[in-house]
């Protein structure tokens, strides 16, 4: 059984460029969650998707989208890439009512 | 403030050590709450869920008040491999989301 699975692990962009990332969530899940997470800090909510729509955003900027495609899986984009979005990004999926979300590794991203 | 706040840390403690950790939480209505492990480079899990009447799993005690708004962690004869960052966490009133505190980092050293 497949656990939830993140592309690229590792990112380098520079100021300005655009980037997408990817998950796959576990076998079974309907709803896709990104999380945000600076060094030393804890996971930051920045969307959920459910049903290829996105259900709920966090206080992030429009810069910041995503998609679900039908199959569940989902992607992450960021536009007019900013240093201060350097960060681990963690994809979590989880099955109807959130009572446990199950994360894959992330992906780091640097922007240079 | 934050809608979750934890004390960062570190806590260093020798094996075997009682540690314990506390979280506040701003929102009243919120519905459930959680405590979660990350270790270094990797991706949160969970732990334990919290429950209102005090809920304990082998060397793990999570209690929930909720009048204070206030989770606290215990962790009895604390193991080498128990270092790692503790994230409270806690689900909306919608049940839709779920917030993380910053963490709090526990060190157990021989």
């Known amino acids: 059984d497949a656990g939830v699975t993140q592309s690229p692990t590792h990112l380098i962009k520079t100021r300005g460029q655009q980037v997408t990332l990817r998950c796959s969530p576990k076998?079974?899940?309907?709803?896709v969650s990104w999380y945000q997470q600076a060094l030393g800090q804890g996971p930051q909510f920045i969307f959920q998707?459910?049903?290829?729509?996105?259900?709920q955003r966090g206080n992030f900027p429009d810069r910041f989208s995503g998609h679900q495609f039908p199959n569940y899986s989902s992607e992450l984009n960021v536009n007019a890439l900013l240093l201060g979005d350097s960060a681990l990004y963690l994809c979590?999926?989880?099955?109807?009512?959130?009572?446990?979300?199950?994360f894959g590794s992330g992906t780091q991203l640097s922007v240079l | 403030r934050k809608e979750v706040e934890q004390d960062p840390g570190p806590f260093n403690v020798p094996e075997g050590a009682t540690v314990a950790f506390n979280c506040t939480y701003s929102?009243?209505?919120?519905?459930?709450f959680f405590w979660y492990r990350q270790d270094c480079r990797k991706e949160p899990k969970l732990l334990m869920s919290?429950?209102?009447s005090g809920n304990e799993d082998g060397r793990f005690t999570a209690q929930l008040n909720r009048a204070s708004q206030y989770i606290s962690l215990l962790i009895r004869d604390s193991k080498l491999s128990d270092s790692a960052t503790y994230l409270c966490?806690?689900?909306?009133?919608?049940?839709?989301?779920?917030?993380f505190g910053g963490g709090t980092r526990l060190m157990v050293k021989p």
């Open positions: 979590a999926s989880s099955l109807g009512t959130i009572k446990e979300l199950f």
């Open positions: 076998s079974g899940h309907d709803t």
């Open positions: 998707y459910y049903e290829e729509e996105e259900r």
């Open positions: 929102n009243s209505a919120s519905q459930s």
């Open positions: 919290v429950y209102s």
């Open positions: 966490v806690v689900l909306n009133n919608a049940g839709n989301m779920l917030t």
